[in-house]
Each structure stands twice: as C-alpha cells, then as structure tokens.
C-alpha cells in the first residue's frame, strides 16, 4: 500500500468535489492519503482525512471577468509564498515517507514531488488544452493562448496525465489519456426526471439574465441571484447542496454558467444545457462551445428572449441527442489509478 500526497486547487467547488471521490477509493484500497489544499478544498475534504493548508493559486476577477494577466501577475508577486509551500510540503514528504503524488490541478504538490524524484500523477479536465488537439474558435485564439500558459505552469512534468472530459479528442503526448468526467456518488445515484422548472445557476448575480428570464413564458428556479423568494415565473432560491442537487436531478434542462462540473454533471442526468460563460473565462468557454458542437446544448455569451426561447424549443432534439451520451461510472478512472499506482510502486 503506498503514502500518497494529494494536492487539490481549492478554487471552485469542482476540484475538491471530484477529488472527494478518489481520494475515499484510495482509502478504500488501503492508501493512506495526506491531502493540500485551500479555500474550498480545505472545507470539502477535512471529514475525510488529514488536510494540509497551503498558499493557492487563484484566479483574478474583475467585473466578474477573468483577468490572465493580473493573474500571473498576482501569483508571481506571492512566489515566494508558493516557494515556503514547496518546501514544507518536500519535509512532509520526507517524514511522512511519501511514495507518490496525485495532483488536481495544484501546482506546489507537483513540484514537491518532482524535487524528491517521486511519480506524479495529474487529474484534471484543464490539460485537454494542452495535452489533447481540440478545436477552439478564431475569436478566442488570444484567451486560449494565455490559458494554456497558465495550465502549463500549474503542473508541469507530472509523470502520467489523466484528463477528463466529455467529449474525445486525439492525444498528443504518450503519458496522456482521457477518462470520462469524475462524478459525485450522490449523481450516480440519482434518479432523473424532467418534471421540474429550468434550473438556473450563476456564481454572481445577474440582473440582465433575470430581466430576460422574467420575459420569456416558461417556469424557473434561479440559485446565485442573491436573492429568495418567488417573482413572476422565477422561483429564486439560496444556496443549498441537497436543495440544489434535487433541483439539479428534476430540471426539464439547465441555463447556467460552464463550469466543467455542473455541465458533466449535467449530461449525465440528460439534462439539455444553455451554456452562459462567465466572461473571458477560456475554461468556461472552451467547455461551452464543445457543449454546443456536440449538440448536448447551447452556447452564447449573453442571452436574449429570443435565444432562451430557441433552446427551450429545441429541447427534445438536445434530450434525443444525450440519449447517446457514454454513461461510465468511476470505475474506469479507478481502475487506470489502481494500475500507474502499482506501476510505481514496483519501480
């Protein structure tokens, strides 16, 4: 059984979702697993085993828009946090006796362990861009140009890649493959009707969608408005993982922003989803134009009457077209872990 260091990014909910589930497959396998991690990371994962808090690497907003340049500019001037980090982390390494490191897109684990000469596996979605050849607008060459800068700076010389998406695309490096999205157990386990309202989700409030929603002749539960309570045809709701969820596996079909949990969630349930990405965030993007060039959904940056109409007319050509979505488990994921893990462990 090995000692794994597991590093999580801990901005968003996603990275610390999904990792949740792999690292209790570690522990039931008989790993013991020391996670680092921040922010949500820390919050999401501290039931489960022992969490280490470490400097995060975060993305600048301004006006709900991600800003890469202030990005690397702010996360180079805190370097010599990220510096004290690495070295911290190198002395768990060494007292905990670490044999391998798995990473989540957290750049300090990584190279924690490539100091110490130790494997390093990297799970995320973010590598596709990097790792994978895809298909990305003209107009967003220049964002996808700074995005990739940033996710090959985060983990860089990891030993093995494992890549998750919803959609295949040919590889381009040998110590890369793709795995189906990473779920939630609650998401597997769950049983998806269409009865309900459209769900609505933003991670800020959205005054402009709100005026549209309310114009267009359909029924909405609306999460990320910062506000309760029902106006006209929008029932808006706080946050709430288990209200969320239920709204989540009951709705005819999904507006919201793109990011890669909710939307792989999502397709899973067979939900139909309009994709509104937050602004000159490239991920969110990326992930909402192949949402529409699979024809699982929609994809326009700033919604119209017209445009929520379109997609709620075209709803039974999306749902026809989820029908043939590849619903994997876990499992496949699993098993790929289970053998890099024995792989190193004899060498």
Known sequence: MANILYGVNGEGAGHSTRSREVILHLQREGHTVVAASFDRGLRNLADICEVLEIHGFRFTYVNNQVRYNRTLARNLFLARKATRGISELTRLIDERGIDLVITDFEPLTCRA???RKLPVISIDNQHILT?????????????????????RLMTPYATHYLVSSFFAAPGRRTNSELIPPIL????QDAHPSSEGPVLVYVTSPAPALAKVLASVHCEFIAYGFGREGREGNILYKKPG??????????????????GFSLVTEALYLGKPYLAVPVRNQFEQIFNAFWLGRTG??????ELSKEQVESFLFNIPQFCKKLAEYPRTSNRELFAKLDGLIALHLKN
């Open 113 to 115: 362990g490539r100091r």
């Open 131 to 151: 790792h994978f050849t895809v298909a990305i607008p003209r107009h967003y060459r220049t964002d996808a140009t700074a995005a990739k800068l940033v996710t």
């Open 184 to 187: 939630r157990q609650q998401i």
């Open 241 to 258: 993982v288990e209200t969320f969820l239920d709204d989540l596996v009951a709705a005819r079909a999904i507006i919201a922003n793109a």
């Open 296 to 301: 699982y959904g929609a994809f326009w940056e």
